[in-house]
């Protein structure tokens, strides 16, 4: 349960589990990033899940047609927005009211006025490191392994490539029909990614 | 084809973000093939030179540290000197890269995709540059510690109601989430440059590109934490020369005390930054051959930025001279006409000239399209925000309330080399950037070209988005973008 739970939240990092026979999942390229779009579109309508495009830039409408919805992000940034306030209003009072209370021409030890371009500042600070941390996290990065090097036609991938990949622990993949349903899309140099779990 | 359909055909073929009619995989070669080439004997040669500026720097520090700041031409009126003009010099640099990044972003300004790269890379050094000089100010280095709140022996803590130690907080914290934003752009380039490398660079590309595939649920959250790293920059960049100026304006000293320093500041930051862009991007584009991804009419967008600022920091000018005289004030009124008249005019009107009247050439059209053109006025806007800073602080304190006490201030040859040094640090670092990493986001002007929406390929490729039967996500009108 717990394991399936785990392979599912890695699933939509593009982390998948290899089947026995070490077979990754199935790579195909497409020529451009319209084509793309229409078979990442006709992969899910097939019912396949364990997917991912793979294009050197971000293609608009892509998102929803691979069915995902928003990124949270957000929810984490607001997290640290938040921590950073609290942080910053805490500090502030304890050493004007607790710490080191000094009079400075009769001033409040404590008061919101002041206290607001260091609120501002931390504020920003934590939810701008939370938001970097948060997408690599999310993103499964750092990931100095993926399968998916193995092929050298991917290397491609941050130059002028668009790829498909469909993993084989979605379920419903079959090695055949799932290299044919890739064909039938337009995809060329279909090839069978193998985790060899080894440096090449 | 209707009219909405002509009509966006003409928005589109309006002004070209890329010429020279590349593909995709030319702009990965342009960009990538400097950081993988031999290292050219010029390239050495200038290091050297920026090398050795670092040095004069650091020997000067060390002077300065040894004898403490009395070597500085500091004196009794004026007690804050070239260390704090050279302080707001280079974090006004260093706001044109987030303005680049963040707020053009915000604004959906697709040209700036050719030059945020290197304007976020000069944002960063120039803050380093900025950064010495409040950790050398203090004279004992060795407290500079103190400007944290750091639990400590003495049970001493920073008083939060000084202005100083809010620019503490402003400056660290927009230093270090310029540094993420830029980090987070460079990762699918490292990963560009990864994929073309082999043996120990490709190791190396790989640690740093930390296993980018251009995965689309990847891009997904990026560009999600891009937009968000956007938005709490643009308020971040505004903030930190409001700070700045609150260093000077939170004061009592006449020609300082002023509400409208903030505006004026921020006005004045992406002014210097927009004409340091220009002054580096108009030498590297030619040297790295770049000139089809920063194209002239980007050069003239930022041409206009800086006559805009600069207009805006001129109309600051006339507007405190304004309201000195409105004030009724006597001391304000003198500080103002002695900024003018004083023994110091010559800085004064250094300033005005560089910063108020040169820029205005840019409403010709010809003239800010001309290279050499820019080239000299953004020199000159260089030169005359320096001068600004050297105005607003040593004019401002030469001549206090007390004639008994009034002096002039000048530079010992300390405070000019430890300036002309941090020029040296600065291209230290814009050296190595430029040979070591990608010098134009590639991802980012591949994303904005035509060829890189997927409804260039409907309706035959022609480049209209015309066909809206074809895919789903036509219909919720993202084609439109």
């Known amino acids: 349960m717990l394991n399936q739970i785990a392979s599912e939240v890695k699933a939509t990092m593009g982390i998948y589990e290899a089947q026995e026979d070490q077979v990754y999942g199935v790579l195909a390229e497409f020529p451009h990033p319209g084509a793309l779009l229409h078979a990442a579109e006709a992969v899910r309508e097939a019912g396949y899940r364990h997917f991912d495009t793979h294009s050197p830039f971000p293609i608009h409408g892509m998102d929803k047609a691979m069915g995902l919805g928003n990124s949270i992000v957000g929810w984490i940034t607001l997290g640290g927005g938040i921590a950073g306030l609290a942080l910053a209003t805490t500090l502030q009072w304890w050493i004007g009211e607790v710490a080191y209370p000094i009079n400075i021409s009769g001033k409040p030890f404590f008061a919101i006025e002041p206290s607001i371009p260091v609120m501002f500042e931390l504020t920003v600070l934590l939810a701008g490191l939370s938001t970097v941390a948060g997408m690599f996290a999310l993103n499964g990065l750092p990931r100095p392994y993926n399968p998916l090097f193995y092929s050298t036609n991917f290397l491609r991938v941050t130059d002028d490539a668009f790829f498909l990949h469909i993993a084989a622990s979605d379920k419903m993949f079959k090695l055949s029909n799932t290299e044919k349903l890739l064909k039938d899309l337009g995809g060329k140099n279909i090839e069978t990614i193998r985790d060899k779990g080894v440096e090449d | ?481």
């Open chain 2, 1 to 481: 084809m209707d009219k909405t359909l002509a009509h966006t055909a003409d928005f589109h073929d309006e002004a070209p973000l890329v010429t020279g009619n590349l593909s995709f995989h030319d702009i990965t070669e342009i960009v990538s093939s400097h950081t993988e080439k031999k290292t050219p004997l010029a390239w050495f040669g200038a290091f050297g030179l920026a090398l050795s500026g670092l040095m004069l720097m650091i020997t000067m520090i060390a002077y300065l540290v040894w004898n403490g700041t009395g070597v500085w031409g500091l004196n009794n009126p004026v007690g804050w000197g070239y260390a704090i003009v050279n302080f707001v010099f280079w974090v006004g640099i260093g706001h044109a890269g987030t303005l680049i990044s963040a707020i053009l972003f915000l604004f959906r300004q697709q040209w700036r995709t050719a030059i945020n790269r290197s304007a976020e890379a000069m944002t960063i050094f120039a803050v380093i540059c900025a950064l010495v000089f409040p950790g050398i100010h203090v004279g004992r280095i060795w407290v500079a510690y103190w400007m944290f709140p750091i639990p400590n022996q003495m049970a001493m803590w920073p008083q939060f109601k000084s202005p100083l130690l809010w620019d503490v907080f402003a400056v660290s914290t927009y230093f270090t989430i310029s540094a993420a934003f830029w980090y987070v752009g460079l990762v699918p380039d490292l990963a560009t440059l990864r994929d073309r490398a082999t043996g120990f660079r490709r190791k190396v590309m790989g640690v740093l590109a930390m296993g980018w595939t251009g995965a689309n649920r990847h891009w997904r959250n990026y560009e999600k934490a891009y937009l968000l790293l956007a938005a709490l920059a643009t308020p971040l960049v505004l903030s930190v020369h409001s700070v700045v100026s609150f260093d000077f304006a939170v004061s009592v000293v006449p020609g300082w005390h002023t509400t409208i320093f903030p505006p004026y500041f921020v006005a004045g930051a992406i002014f210097s930054g927009f004409a340091m862009v220009v002054t580096l991007m108009v030498v590297a584009r030619k040297v790295y051959g770049v000139e089809n991804i920063i194209t002239i009419d980007h050069l003239e967008k930022m041409n206009i930025v800086i006559l805009l600022t600069g207009s805006m920091v001129g109309f600051a000018y006339i507007t405190e001279f304004f309201i000195a005289w409105y004030s009724g004030v006597q001391y304000e009124q003198y500080a103002f006409t002695n900024r003018m008249f004083g023994p110091y005019a010559w800085a004064y009107w250094t300033m005005m000239s560089c910063n108020l009247f040169f820029p205005q050439f840019f409403w010709i059209k010809k003239l800010r399209r001309n290279i050499t053109f820019m080239f000299v006025i953004s020199i000159f806007v260089n030169i005359g925000m320096w001068f600004e800073r050297f105005v607003i602080t040593v004019t401002s304190l030469h001549r206090d309330y007390l004639p008994s006490s009034w002096d002039y201030y000048s530079p010992t040859f300390v405070d000019v080399l430890t300036f002309v040094g941090t020029f040296g640090l600065f291209f230290t670092f814009f050296l190595l950037f430029l040979r070591f990493l990608p010098i134009v986001a590639i991802s980012e002007v591949k994303g904005v070209l035509p060829e890189a929406n997927p409804h260039f390929y409907d309706h035959e490729g022609d480049g209209h988005a015309a066909e809206h039967t074809v895919s789903v996500s036509s219909a919720d009108g993202n084609s439109a973008h």
